[in-house]
């Protein structure tokens, strides 16, 4: 399995994954950071920007270099390879990325991870969708993930999912944002903290705030650059972002990123 491996960034999904995996030494893996090109190096993985003749390659870049990235490297592919594109972007974005894999001659996965890789690894969810998506389930899971799915055959169905899914998950890490600073300058915090316990008690609202808040100031400026593109996505289906266009400035604002 791991001769027949690639990686196409070595950020948190990458080296989760192959930790976990333990992919080891014949997998290759590029990443432009010269610190991500000394982990892989560290993890026993092969720094190789050719990516070798790898039969399935993992493309888990930002969101903003995951068309770049697919251009890039699509010449670089063996002939027939999966290309399962990870990465969090609107469904014109991964065929865009589709027709540059395609025309190269390998096969093209949209893959959309539906979870945080940590702590989950190779038992995060994934959704495949594509002509090749079958066939990248049956490789996926000889490299050891355990929760994968196919959702159809058109390439934009499995990121359509996950998109729509994310103007939910982080417009509510950015609504609590909001209310947390509103509710701190008024001196209310704890009492609108129990309000919320009262009304919904599978989780306390002071550790799901604080829980919130937290994944933004750490991941603030990778879900903004997602959320760009899950805007995209309602935007082509007719759909206003109104919230969606707010939850990345609250995003951006909470890493830093954004004037105050």
């Keep these: 399995m791991s001769a027949e491996l690639a990686l196409i960034g070595y950020g948190e999904a990458g080296s989760t994954f192959a930790r976990a995996g333990g992919w080891g030494r014949c997998t290759a893996a590029w990443d432009l950071l ?38 890039c490297y699509a010449a670089r592919l063996a002939p027939g390879a999966l290309y399962c594109d990870g990465n969090s972007v609107a469904p014109q974005t991964k065929r865009a990325a589709a ?7 390998a096969r093209y996965v949209d893959m959309a991870i539906l979870a945080p890789v940590n702590p989950a690894r190779l038992a995060v969810p994934l959704l495949l969708s594509g002509p090749a998506a079958p066939e990248a389930e049956a ?51 704890d009492e609108v903290l129990a309000s919320l316990d009262a009304s919904e008690k599978a989780t ?18 990778r879900r903004a650059a997602e959320m760009e593109e899950a805007a995209k996505t309602l935007l082509a289906l007719g759909v206003a972002p109104v919230m969606t266009r707010g939850t990345v400035y609250r995003q951006r604002r909470a890493a830093g990123k954004e004037a105050k």
């Design 204 to 221: 306390g609202w002071a550790a799901r705030a604080a829980y919130n808040r937290e994944r933004m100031t750490t991941h603030g400026a």
């Design 99 to 105: 027709r540059a894999v395609e025309a190269a001659g």
């Design 139 to 189: 490789a996926l899971r000889l490299a050891g993930f355990t929760e994968v799915r196919v959702v159809g055959s058109e390439v934009g169905r499995a990121s359509a999912i996950k998109m729509i899914r994310s103007v939910m998950v982080k417009g509510i890490e950015a609504l609590t944002d909001e209310m947390m600073q509103a509710a701190a300058a008024a001196g209310v915090a």
């Design 34 to 71: 010269p610190a991500r090109r000394a982990a892989l190096a560290a993890d026993c993985l092969i720094a190789d920007a050719t990516l070798g003749a790898a039969q399935l390659v993992l493309s888990l870049v930002t969101a903003d270099a995951a068309l770049p990235a697919a251009e």
